[in-house]
């Protein structure tokens, strides 16, 4: 007998597809593609109308605090802002300051943090109609501002005293102005009150501390003195030895790379000094004598 042996099963059909559910995919799939422009548009962009700063945001070390307008007019004041200038705002927020700048027709260029900010701040200026003021995202402590003419800010004293020996470094004259906050034990130049506010300005002096040889005039009379200067800051004393006479310098004012003192010469009469001075260890200028003659001087640092 044979054994039972079942029959296998048939195969299962396969349900067929509609034609209407895959056009009805299709049609969808479709519909998304068109509307993914759309959508994308629909995404506020940086800085648009979507986005408006709130007073206290955070930053990347402080939070946002917009500067009033006659506080941004005394730090452009201060400074003597014209259309010669490079003015550098770091950290920039909103573009108020290098755009009260470049309104003024200084060349303007601020450094923000905030993408967004950055944007809005681009914004400003194309619809205030300038083309002499820039904006970029970045690190003030890692961007190249060397070449500016006036450097705005509004941070903290201790990001002020970070950035202090950067300052210092620039070229001598470079004017430095702030908002409220100071540079720890380098004291301003002039400071304006401003309904509870401050406006602080500083001019970057020349380094002059050290010993000096001057030579005043050339050939055979020609005389060689000794300078030695001490200086804090925008603020220094010395010595001159002149001959045998060795005396105090009188009235010595350092104001950017302008130094001018009176010293005593060997015979004790009064001469005043008018020079120029650098980060280099050079200075020239001028001797003005007791009778009012004119010399020519030029002195390097030992």
Known sequence: MMPFVPAPPEPMATAPVSRRSAAWKLCCGALLLGLAPALSLAQPKLGDEAYQPEVGQPGKDVVWVPTPDEVVKAMLDMAQVTSKDYVVDLGSGDGKIAIAAARRGARAHGIEYNPDMVALSKRNAERAGLKNVTFVQGDIFESDFRDADV?????????????????????????????????????????????????????????????????????????????????????????????????????????GGRLVFTALDANGQRNRFEATAGHDGRMSGTVIGPNGQRRNFTATRS
């Open 151 to 255: 450097i705005t800010l509004y941070l903290l004293p201790s990001l002020n005293e970070k950035l202090r020996p950067i300052l210092l470094d620039m070229k001598p004259g470079t004017r430095v102005t702030s908002h409220q906050f100071d540079m720890g034990d380098w004291m301003p130049d002039e400071v304006r009150e401003l309904d509870g506010r401050r406006a602080l300005f500083w001019v970057v002096p020349a380094k002059v501390q050290g010993d000096w040889s001057v030579q005043i005039g050339t050939g055979p009379r020609a005389e060689t003195l000794k300078l030695s200067l001490t200086q804090s800051y925008q603020k220094v004393s010395g010595r001159m030895v002149w001959g045998t006479r060795d005396a105090a310098l009188d009235q010595p004012s350092l104001r």
